[in-house]
């Protein structure tokens, strides 16, 4: 028999450890467009393969319960020939609880962590909804969320140097 009670100092560790991370509550499709203007002209068959310009935004704000809604927002127009083939705009949110994680890493968890669990999904409504206009399943490639976010700090940063 032992002279201590509870765990000991490692497993505390490792159970403070386990309680730290990403929850996702909620899932939810904020907005969803679909333009197809050339209808059905545009679904023949064309030598010219379409222009595809890609957006990606992440937005994510505190809330008062204690929780994070994260935004992330994927379009994609494509052009042939000067003229409109498509354009399809989702922004798919979710809510998640965070916990664990220091104050300086928060936005980092926000803005690359989250939208990663949320990315498979906007990306399957693109693909529906691309296909249910009568073109092939349009699929996005996956979208390093890290890199992204380190550019778009770097040009942030880079801004308020040049505004000082």
């Known amino acids: 028999m032992t002279d201590t009670n509870g765990a000991p100092p490692a497993a505390q560790d490792d159970n403070e450890a386990a309680a730290a991370g990403i929850r996702i509550v909620a899932q939810f499709v904020r907005d969803l467009s679909f333009e197809n203007p050339l209808a059905p002209d545009s679904l023949r068959a064309s030598a010219s393969q379409p222009a595809i310009d890609m957006g990606v935004e992440m937005n994510a704000r505190g809330r008062a319960d204690g929780l994070f809604e994260v935004d ?53 409504l693109i693909a529906d909804v691309t296909s249910e206009g009568g073109f092939p399943p349009f ?25 000082a």
């Open 139 to 163: 699929l996005i490639d996956p979208i390093d969320f890290a890199g992204v976010y380190a550019a778009r700090k770097a040009q942030a940063d880079a801004g308020q140097v040049g505004n």
């Open 72 to 124: 992330l927002k994927l379009s994609a127009r494509a052009e042939r020939d000067g003229q409109a083939v498509f354009h399809v705009e989702v922004v798919y949110g979710g809510l998640f609880q965070i916990a664990g994680v220091p104050e300086e890493a928060l936005e980092q968890v926000l803005l690359i962590e989250c939208p990663r669990f949320l990315f498979p999904f906007a990306r399957r």
